[in-house]
Every structure is written in structure tokens, then in C-alpha cells.
């Protein structure tokens, strides 16, 4: 039997502990992401120059796209809630801003400045060469955390018995929403922990 369970209690609760891990985010600029999107571009042999002047930054004031391009500097910035997406969705979208900043060098190239879709050919081929030849043409965050994902992963409040299940196992401790709510005017308590199931 399946125990009552709805998607805006979970919500509620994870909204409260998202808030209090997005504190932990990195922000600023990210050598180590830096470092792995410069060995990446340096594989692209036309591709050095931009190589060299990758710089990769968290920006926290970016709401609802997951990443940028600044194609003239060779910047990309990404929003830290994608540390609240599936694993693996940092990673794609470095790749997916760094496709736009290749498609952009070469079109530009030679005191060339020619006019580019941004989702067009360039974009499309310099994804199949950083590895991502699937690639979607979105940049929006919700789209990435919505992607659908089983339910494997099951977890009940101590207290109300309720059910909370998830695609991911938890790696911060997240409480029980309604109780929170009911009993501890909507603020986190310990005492409403879940627990695995
Ligand atoms: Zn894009
Ligand atoms: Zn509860």
C-alpha cells in the first residue's frame, strides 16, 4: 500500500534544506572546473588560443538558465543550484557552454565576424566534439532537475510514518515537510529526520 505522499510536502521540505545547503555552494571561480574545461578545449587542435583563456565562474545571481557563455572574454558561468540536479548535469552543461564559445572562436576567427546560430551547425558539432552529441538546445535549470528519474529510494518520517520517495539517495539529511510545518512552525528539526525505509 502506498501511504499518503504529495510532491509539494517534499517539496516544502527540501525547499528548507536546499536553502540551507545552497550556503555550502561554491561561488566565485572554480580553478579545478577551469582546469578540466582547459584540458577538454585543448584536445580541439584549432582550439589552443581559447584554451588558454577558459575561465569558469559560479554565479549565485543566475535564477532560472543553468549556464552562459560570455563568448567574447571565453567565460562561462554556471548557476550553483546545478549541484541540486542529477549527477552529471555540472559536467554537460560546462560542455554545453563551452560548445558555444568554440562555435563563436572559429566563426570569428581571422578578423572574420560571421554571423552564427546559436543552437545552429557550429554549436552542434562542437558539442559532438566535447563529447556531448546528444546535447538538448536549453539552458533552463528546470528542465535539467526535472528529467525524470524511478523512484528507487525510499525514506519515512519517524513521527508520521509518511513515505518520501526519491530518485537519488540523500546525502544531506532532509526532514519530514509536514512535520515541520505542523509541529515546529516550518523550521528544520532533527527530530523529523528521515529515515530509510
Ligand atoms: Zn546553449
Ligand atoms: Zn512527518
Known amino acids: 500500500m502506498l501511504l499518503p505522499w504529495s510532491a509539494a510536502e517534499l517539496a516544502l521540505a527540501e525547499a528548507a534544506l536546499a536553502a540551507k545547503a545552497r550556503a555550502a555552494y561554491p561561488l566565485g571561480r572554480d580553478a579545478e572546473l ?3 574545461a582547459r584540458r577538454l578545449m585543448r584536445q580541439l587542435p584549432d582550439c589552443h588560443a581559447l584554451a588558454a583563456k577558459i575561465e569558469v565562474h559560479w554565479n549565485a545571481r543566475m535564477r532560472s538558465t543553468a549556464g552562459r557563455a560570455w563568448q567574447g572574454k571565453g ?5 550553483p543550484r546545478l549541484h541540486e540536479c542529477p549527477e552529471g ?3 554537460r552543461t560546462l560542455r554545453h557552454e563551452l560548445a558555444h564559445l568554440v562555435a563563436y572562436f572559429r566563426a570569428s576567427r581571422f578578423g572574420l565576424r ?4 546559436p543552437h545552429g551547425a557550429e554549436w552542434r558539432l562542437a558539442c559532438h ?3 556531448i552529441p546528444d546535447e538538448e538546445r536549453t539552458h533552463r535549470l528546470e528542465a535539467l532537475k526535472s528529467r525524470r528519474l524511478p ?4 525514506y519515512r518520517c519517524p513521527v508520521c510514518d509518511r513515505d518520501f520517495p526519491r530518485a537519488r539517495p540523500m546525502r544531506r539529511p532532509l526532514a ?3 512535520c515541520c510545518e505542523e509541529r515546529n512552525g516550518g523550521r528544520y528539526d532533527t527530530r ?3 529515515v530509510a525505509a
Open 34 to 36: 577551469e582546469g578540466g
Open 75 to 79: 567565460r562561462v558561468e554556471l548557476n
Open 89 to 91: 548535469e555540472i559536467d
Open 114 to 117: 560571421r554571423r552564427i546560430e
Open 129 to 131: 566534439e566535447l563529447g
Open 151 to 154: 523512484l528507487r529510494f525510499r
Open 176 to 178: 519530514c515537510g509536514p
Open 192 to 194: 523529523f529526520r528521515l
